[in-house]
């Protein structure tokens, strides 16, 4: 067993000004809860619904008008804590498999969709997955090789669960990023979603863990395509 | 543990077992297929106000066990390189680690783990 040593301990979490940031978020009751999803296989369906019903029975669904609600009012007004069931990349396997899942037990999911996946065509979809780290864990799922969402399913999920953009084309927006590419992945992949589920989408996701802070450069893209939230996967900040 | 107390007598005690063990069961769970639970703060960056917020009822005090657990996973983070950690900083996993161990408090306050739900699930 060792000794513990509390100036070492406080050296190593006061390095980092994140650290102290989510140590500020925690001890001011201002977070939420996630449980991020990628695939949703067949195989893994049991699992999912044990989870999805041990959330409904000790937290709330999550609606983007509880999280407005929060900030207006700086008050939770539930007796359970919330969750939100985060379902990433816009994969077939979303709507054949967790959605009746979700659905059964009315439970707000928000779904993260790189907007360009869903327009590109079927026999190209495992490729353009392959080249966008859009990992698909289980390929043969479908004999027809659709892999992605198609837009009547992503309308279908949107009448009562939270669309939320995730780039368009699964793309790491850094500091390096070129202006055109940032105009492509945070506006133009908004407004594909906008057209598609017809009505504005407000949540914007970077892809690992950028922040809105730290990327400068983007706000003038994300303030221009009209989101009202950022998402990594540290924070949801309130840009407007 | 139900106190931020328990916590930092757990830290006094040099007894940190039990959180490298779900940091050893967070390395082995398979993200691509699973459910993996963390915790995100809410900023309102629109605000110049600092306030406290109020929580859910059932949460109580809590929050302030996932506060210290959350640093404490981060000291523990802190020791690995940025290769191990995947170039996230150490609070990434970190509030992940802290999520698994500290999902939520049972009726009597104490931490329920996240592995309590999947439990039928899991493969040894």
Redesign the interface.
């Known amino acids: ?4 040593n509390m100036e070492a ?1 406080l050296k ?2 006061t ?2 000004k ?2 102290l ?19 949703t ?1 067949p195989v ?1 369906a ?3 619904e ?2 999805i019903n ?1 959330y409904k029975e ?2 709330v669904p999550v609606t983007l008008k509880d ?1 407005d609600n ?2 207006e009012t ?3 007004p ?5 969750l939100i ?1 985060a379902i990433f990349e816009g994969f077939r396997n979303h709507y054949d498999i967790i959605l009746p899942i979700l659905d059964k037990y009315e439970y707000t999911a928000w779904f993260y969709i790189p907007s360009f996946f869903m327009d590109v065509p079927v026999d190209e979809q495992i490729p353009f997955s392959n080249a966008h780290e859009l ?1 698909v ?1 289980n390929k043969e799922m479908y004999p027809d090789k659709r892999v992605a969402m198609n837009w009547d399913e992503i309308r279908d999920i949107a009448k009562r669960h939270e669309i939320c953009c995730h780039t368009g084309s699964h793309f790491m927006i850094t500091k390096e990023t070129s202006d055109e590419d940032m105009y492509r992945e945070i506006v133009e992949a908004k407004q594909v979603l906008d057209r598609q589920i017809g009505r504005e989408v407000e949540v914007f996701c970077w892809l ?2 950028e922040e ?1 802070y730290y990327n400068t450069r983007a706000h003038k893209y994300l303030k221009e395509a009209g989101y009202k939230y950022v ?10 | 543990m139900k106190t931020i107390q328990d916590v930092l007598d757990s ?6 077992e039990q959180y490298k063990e779900v940091m050893e069961y967070c390395s082995k769970r398979v ?17 110049s106000s600092n ?9 109580g005090d809590f ?2 066990v ?2 210290a657990g ?2 404490v996973f ?2 523990l983070y ?2 690995l390189s940025p290769e191990q950690l995947g170039h ?5 996993p ?2 992940s680690a802290m ?1 698994e161990m500290f ?2 408090p049972d009726a009597d306050g104490n931490a329920v783990q996240y592995r309590e ?2 439990r ?2 899991i493969k040894e």
């Open positions: 067993m060792q000794q513990f301990f190593k979490v390095k980092d994140r650290t940031e989510m140590f500020r978020y925690l001890v001011n009751k201002s977070y939420i809860r996630v449980v991020n999803y990628h695939n296989n893994d049991e699992r999912f044990a989870e041990y000790h937290f999280i929060f900030f700086k008050v939770w539930y007796d359970k804590p919330g069931p990992t864990t690992y863990g809105y998402v990594s996967n540290l924070k949801l900040e309130r840009i407007r | 830290l006094n005690s040099g007894n940190l993200t691509s297929n699973e459910g993996i639970p963390t915790v995100i703060g809410l900023d309102d960056l629109t605000s306030e406290a917020y109020q929580g859910a009822k059932e949460e929050n302030l996932m506060a959350a640093m981060t000291s802190e020791e996230y900083p150490p609070i990434a970190a509030m999520t999902f939520h739900v999947v039928d699930f």
